[in-house]
């Protein structure tokens, strides 16, 4: 069976599902919201590193989702499309928003592991300033960064979002990685 | 940029996915080519303090800011609906209900009328065109089955089932047709008769496929029994995980589950 018609016949896949919604079963949206608010959530949050800000944009990528369903096609994956209105948003949005602001608005980052008082200041300093090294990438290195390394996608997955190849995303994978290293070497010695 | 050249195997190491002796190599190489090994150090140590980072759970009220949110665009769209039934309703009815099934069935019974004659009175000339004919039938009760699929009534759905089972090869979007009734119709006859259409084209592997995901999409004891009945028959071991899912729910009848437990008996 060619994965054309397999995908056409899988009332479970993301596609179908969206294509449920497109014609008007729109109660379907909320499985799709169920599977991916959180990744979407942990994107914008690694964006802005803000959970307000992430919050609102996670409920208007599906408010676009729905708005725009009769423009859902049902060609390609549908988390490249989600991804796409994911990335318009927080364009758009950091357009109307200055880096400045956003800066100020970030709250501390969380460590994962319980660590000692010591260990835990001196982990909470690095953190510090790799948040900062992070916000002074260019946006589409941090989002490159973030999308390759935070949201489990493939790079091809990230070419077809960014309109691009995946030879040229893997090479600014790895310069966003480059810049980061000397945006923290920089801060580390300020 | 030095490490340019070797940015695809540096990213598969930063990803983890080189073994230890391609590590090294890696080094090795980048060494010799004058790059500061340091640098790469500094990069892994970043990477892995970029993966301690907890990403904090979304707000609950997230949760519920979007359900009302997807509660408001039902309300939305069920106020135009209302309004567009109210002026399209008198039309609807005419096309749909009368009209459109009548001028197909009058299509249909025009071509086999001119499929008989020529039948019954051999035309070598005209043998080409009765194929033709033959085949824009075919095409014909296709489009007849689409449409009558769409219908609220049970009894026009039961006569797109009808209509599936005369084509001699039903193409994918008849057979997604068919999936889609057998999982979602109202209708237990509609849902049985869809089974028994698709039961005819087991040959292929998409149908297969579709009949054992649909098994766990059941409600009905009919269906289930149905099903299970053709899974053996048709020896189609890969639905004893849906076979299994499906004795999981609660509530399920006894002699379904007394059925699907003999076919799994059968199958494995």
Known sequence: ?190 | MKEDKYHERILEYLNGNLTAKQVEELRKMLKEEGVDLSQLDEMEKLVNQLDEIQVPEPQEEMRDQFYQMLEEEKSRIASKQKFFDILIKPVRFFFETTFMPKIAYASLFLMLGIVLGHWIMPDKQLQSQTSMMMGEMQSMKKMMAIVLFEQSNATDRLKAVTFTSELNEPDDIVLSALLKALNNDPSVNVRLASLDALAKQVAREEVRSGLVKSISNQDSPLIQIAIAELMTQIEERSSVPEFRKLLEKENLNESVADKINESIKVLT
């Open chain 1, 1 to 190: 069976m060619n994965s054309k018609t397999e995908k056409s016949l899988d009332p479970f896949s993301d596609t179908t599902i969206m294509l449920k919604v497109k014609a008007g079963d729109i109660d379907k949206l909320g499985l799709l919201y169920e599977r991916y608010h959180k990744n979407l959530f942990g994107f914008f949050w690694r964006m802005s590193g803000n959970k307000e800000i992430s919050k609102d944009l996670v409920q208007t990528v599906f408010y676009r989702m729905l708005k725009n369903r009769t423009h859902y096609k049902g060609k390609g994956k549908f988390i490249s499309w989600m991804y796409q209105i994911a990335r318009n948003l927080w364009i758009d949005h950091c357009k109307k928003n200055s880096r400045i602001d956003l800066m100020d608005d970030m709250e501390r980052w969380e460590l994962k592991d319980g660590l000692s008082t010591d260990e835990q200041i001196e982990r909470e300093e690095q953190l510090r300033q790799l948040r900062m090294a992070l916000q002074n990438l260019s946006e589409d290195k941090k989002e490159v960064l973030i999308l390759s390394r935070y949201q489990g996608l493939k790079y091809s997955e990230i070419a077809r979002i960014l309109n691009t190849s995946e030879g040229a995303i893997k090479i600014r994978v790895f310069r966003a990685l480059a810049d980061l290293r000397k945006q923290y070497v920089k801060i580390e010695n300020q």
